[in-house]
């Protein structure tokens, strides 16, 4: 069955500190793959997406992504995180023209 | 930018009241949708649509229904509210494969509807 793991409910770094979330997916063909944000009380931005090429991706707010077939995930960095990047953050992916399969997201807490 | 407007941002309503929900967006996309997204479960698909007039059932349709008369417009109705159905409701459209070269799978959300059923 296909699935979406994000294997961390929360996740606390400090102020201008690196950060990697994870995801994991199970799905048979090739993989679209997309990171999506959302700040509380807000809809979802999406961050950045994977369709094919170049495995590492760049999004926006200094995000990017890594695409491991091998490892099947699609995990999310930022070199430096900001206070202003505490939200929720789902990974993706498309399965079919028109659905996408989320999993639970991960909240990422910002210690001043 | 794509634009996607929800028709409250905040709702409350009592067991047993239909509810409108409404979804407008204005870039012309074929296909939109709507989640239901609840701690811990993430977002859960519970209809879609890929024209005017057509639907289909997502992962969670019981107690919903939907419509499309209008490209732009895609309402959640809940025929009969009950407290299981407190949550916020997401929509969200996508161009269609014929649509825009590369961009068919992003989806792009409005701000959500918080429905709290008492």
């Known amino acids: 069955a296909q699935s979406v793991t994000q294997p961390d409910i929360h996740i606390t770094v400090s102020e201008g500190a690196s950060l990697e979330l994870r995801c994991n997916y199970s799905y048979g063909a090739t993989p679209y793959l997309f990171w999506y944000v959302q700040s509380p009380g807000q809809g979802l931005q999406l961050l950045l997406k994977y369709f094919s090429g170049d495995t590492l991706v760049q999004g926006i707010k200094g995000f990017e992504a890594e695409f491991k077939r091998s490892q099947s995930s699609f995990n999310l960095r930022k070199p430096s995180v900001h206070w202003s990047d505490a939200a929720e953050y789902f990974c993706?992916?498309?399965?079919?023209?028109?659905?996408?399969?989320f999993g639970t997201g991960t909240r990422l807490k910002v210690l001043a | 930018d794509v634009k996607v407007t929800q028709s409250s941002r905040y709702l409350v309503k009592r067991t047993g009241e239909k509810v409108f929900l409404e979804c407008v967006q204005d870039?012309?996309?074929?296909?939109m949708f709507w989640y239901r997204q609840d701690p811990g479960l993430g977002l859960r698909l519970i209809y879609f649509?890929?024209?005017?007039?057509?639907?289909e059932k997502g992962d969670i349709p019981e107690g919903y229904s939907v419509s499309r008369e209008k490209k732009e417009r895609f309402s959640l109705i809940l025929e009969s509210a009950s407290t299981n159905q407190t949550s916020m409701y997401l929509c969200?459209?996508?161009?269609?494969?014929?649509?825009?070269?590369?961009?068919?799978?992003?989806?792009?959300f409005g701000p959500g509807t918080r429905l709290t059923v008492t």
């Open positions: 870039m012309d996309h074929e296909n």
């Open positions: 649509s890929y024209d005017v007039k057509m639907k």
């Open positions: 969200a459209s996508s161009a269609g494969p014929g649509q825009t070269r590369g961009r068919a799978y992003e989806q792009y």
């Open positions: 993706a992916v498309a399965s079919g023209t028109y659905k996408y399969i």
